[in-house]
């Protein structure tokens, strides 16, 4: 008996060596074949992953380029940067064909279209120097030595965090240099809708692009805030920037984890293009594979033992085996199999019995399968239906947080506003819902401007632009709006959506600049003219002088003459010095003065007539000032007073002590001054005065804000009163 079972158990062993050696080895060959051709597909999958959207983002670039070049052959934009080359002194001219610019770049883009076009542009001569911009646009990370073509740079002021700047050289008539260029910029939202279009890449696939200091310019799958923070300096990176070569194949990515990917090197323009997958689910199939694998030789090993043993069993034993899988079967356990290998009736019986245990098998497993897959899609699909609402919730929060809502209906009548729109026009909800926006109609804008923005939205189209609005108090405010048709299953606009926000300030910030550029542009150049005629003068004023000592007048009509000519010098002279004054600046040299030796001073310089009485009242006050520029001050000031009273009249100039300050009066017995334009007299270029620059009292105001001190003037007998500091330092 001992004898037969160790026969036995050597059986079993040889029959397991022998089955089990060949399933290892040919397990193992399938897989490392299996793993090889897995390798292949997903390196030649991401290879045209990486081609395609590298071919997506060339063309949208190649069409910005195009769209650039247009501008770039625009005569309109050639002749502004060929009068800029030329320094032609016509400013007219130049402001016309900024305007014209304009224009064409207004018309460029309603052609090109929101989704389609550039929001900032820069033109640049020959110098470099800029001729005209439309927005702010920074070109300082566009390299030099770069003659066109385009770049990707870091923008935090763009939604997608970076912008796409495109130059292009402006050549002029010849076509052989350039005189001058142009600059687009555009966001590079289009350009992040390709990239993180995750098809063919699966759970863990990404695309991205990295630049030539090896940082990501887009944004990452799994890392949050990699946009320009993230080094990125893997075997792609180093192929394209070092030797300028495409890669594929395995690495370690900037996650130090092991994928598959392919790269596209584009280091003419600055970036090379990734695409990559983890290894770990690229080869996840192999998983199964090697489940089965261990599936069948578990199996093998027990049909082999078995076997070894159903060598000493009877007949009853493989019925037995038959009834009790039969009985598994009826429990649920489709997976029972009887291991019974003789070919006779009982042999046959289980061989049918293990074929149908398997085709029940498959079916359960199938219809499993099917079940969890139905599971797993509803998960996913009320998952995205709550985020999508979630992200609806969000909008709505941030528009009404930060943006001034409306919505109304078809006919334009207003049936939504929030607390924004409400706190800026000072009317209720409950005033403004059922009304139209009429009511908030400030008569700015031409009955043209509503009829076309009216025709645009109701023909379904987004209408953008800004608009000035009255309040309920009756103050006016800007607001740039945004208004969206939202249309109806047949097409028709159902309601109308308007986002707006107010701009008022910027747009008050924007008409002051241009009134300082104006007076900046009169100063210099009334300046200029001011410097030209003061020598002529000059020696005009010394010629009458000698021929006054050489020719002495006999007559009254020379003498007349002589007097005529110089009261015109005299008027001329202090035109000149009005403009002079206004235009410089210098800083203030401070001393102690005696007000009274000023006033002295400035009477001894001005050509008093006989019948004018001037009197002075009030103790001598001493202050700390620049005593150059309050003589001027009170030159200007009592050559007015003069001017007032004509030939006959009274001039007084009261000086009073109010502890820290010192009050001047200059009271005359003129005509006065109209009361409409009373309070313009002191606004630089203003005047009544046939005769006058309009810059005196301007610049007297200059002086005395520069000393800390005020002036202002009455009527009934017209008075200047001056208030000035003691001490302006100390003040």
């Known amino acids: 008996m001992k004898l037969f079972v160790g026969i036995k158990s050597k059986l079993v062993i040889v029959l397991l060596l022998i089955s089990i050696l060949p399933i290892a080895l040919l397990t193992a060959i399938q897989l490392s074949i299996d793993q090889n051709i897995l390798h292949d597909q997903t390196t030649s999958e991401l290879q045209l992953v990486a081609k395609d959207r590298h071919g997506n983002l060339l063309q949208i670039w190649q069409l910005r380029t195009e769209q650039i070049t247009i501008l770039a052959n625009n005569q309109i934009i050639k002749d502004l940067v060929t009068e800029s080359n030329n320094k032609i002194p016509d400013s007219g001219r130049l402001v016309d064909l900024k305007h014209s610019v304009d224009s064409e770049l207004e018309l460029f883009q309603k052609a090109t279209g929101d989704s389609h076009g550039f929001s900032d542009f820069l033109i640049r001569d020959k110098k470099n120097f800029p001729v005209h911009t439309s927005n702010k646009i920074d070109i300082s990370a566009y390299p030099e030595s770069k003659k066109s073509g385009y770049i990707i740079t870091n923008d935090p002021s763009s939604l997608t965090k970076s912008s796409l700047i495109l130059k292009m050289p402006i050549y ?3 076509m052989q240099e350039p005189i001058g260029s142009i600059f687009a910029k555009r966001d590079m939202t289009y350009a992040y809708s390709v990239l993180t279009d995750r098809t063919h890449l699966g759970q863990t696939g990404e695309a991205y692009l990295v630049n030539m200091d090896r940082k990501m310019i887009t944004e990452s799958r799994f890392i949050s805030d990699a946009q320009f923070n993230q080094i990125v300096d893997t075997v792609p990176v180093r192929a394209c920037f070092e030797k300028n070569q495409n890669t594929d194949g395995e690495w370690k ?6 994928v598959f990917g392919a790269s596209i090197c584009d280091k ?15 080869l996840s199939p192999l998983i199964l594979t090697q489940i089965n694998s261990i599936l069948i030789t578990m199996s093998t090993i027990s049909i082999v033992t078995l076997a070894g043993i159903i060598l000493s069993n009877y007949v009853s034993s493989p019925i037995r085996k038959l009834i009790d899988a039969t009985d598994k079967m009826e429990r649920g356990e489709y997976d029972a199999q009887v291991d019974i290998t003789r070919k006779d009736e009982i042999g046959k019986l289980a061989r049918h019995f293990n074929e149908m245990s398997k085709k029940i098998l498959f079916t359960s497993d199938s219809i499993n399968q099917l079940v969890q897959e139905k599971v797993s899609e509803l998960e996913v699909t009320n998952f995205d239906l709550k985020k999508a609402l979630q992200d609806n919730t969000n909008i709505q929060n941030a528009l009404n947080e930060s943006s001034i809502v409306a919505i109304t209906d078809k006919n334009g009548i207003i049936t939504y506003v929030n607390k924004q729109f409400c706190e800026i026009s000072k009317y209720s909800e409950k005033e403004l819902i059922g009304n139209t926006h009429q009511i908030l109609k400030s008569g700015y804008h031409t009955p043209e401007f509503y009829q076309d923005m009216w025709r645009n939205i109701s023909n379904g189209k987004i209408w953008k632009g800004d608009i000035k609005n009255k309040a309920k108090d009756g103050t006016h405010y800007w607001v740039q709006t945004t208004i969206v048709p939202f249309l109806d299953d047949i097409g028709n606009p159902a309601q109308y959506v308007a986002i707006r926000t107010n701009i008022t300030q910027q747009k008050t910030i924007h008409e002051e600049r241009l009134r300082l550029e104006r007076l900046a542009a009169i100063g210099e150049l009334s300046s200029r003219l001011a410097h030209d005629l003061r020598n002529p003068l000059g020696v005009i004023k010394t010629t009458l002088e000698i ?22 010098i005299l008027r001329i002279t202090h035109q000149i010095n009005d403009v002079l004054l206004f235009v410089r600046k210098s800083p203030m040299e401070i001393e102690e003065v005696s007000i009274l030796e000023l006033i002295k001073s400035a009477l001894e310089r001005i050509t008093v007539p006989k019948s004018v009485n001037v009197k002075t009242s009030g103790n001598d006050i001493h202050i700390y000032c620049d005593a150059t520029k309050i003589d001027a001050m009170l030159t200007n000031l009592l050559l007015n007073a003069i001017q007032a009273v004509g030939e006959n009249g009274i001039i007084s100039i009261r000086l009073f002590d109010s502890g820290d300050t010192v009050i001047i009066e200059i009271e005359d017995s003129g005509h006065g001054i109209p009361d409409e334009i009373l309070p313009r007299i002191f606004e630089p270029l203003f005047t009544t005065k046939q005769k006058g620059t309009g810059l005196g009292l301007a610049s007297c105001k200059n002086i005395i804000t520069e000393h800390k001190g005020t002036i202002s003037v009455k009527n009934n ?12 330092i100390l003040n």
């Not at 003419?268 to 690229?282: C, H, M, P, T």
């Not at 008075?719 to 001490?727: C, E, S």
Request: proline share 9%.
């Open 172 to 174: 002029g008539e010849d």
């Open 253 to 258: 990515d900037y996650r130090k984890i092991p």
């Open 268 to 282: 003419e323009n600055g970036f090379v293009l990734i695409a990559e997958r983890d290894v770990s689910e690229s």
């Open 547 to 568: 021929l006054k000592v050489k020719h002495i007048p006999n007559d009254e009509k020379m003498k007349e003459l002589y007097d005529r000519v110089d009261s015109a």
């Open 717 to 728: 007998p017209t008075t200047f009163i001056v208030t000035l500091p003691k001490n302006p």
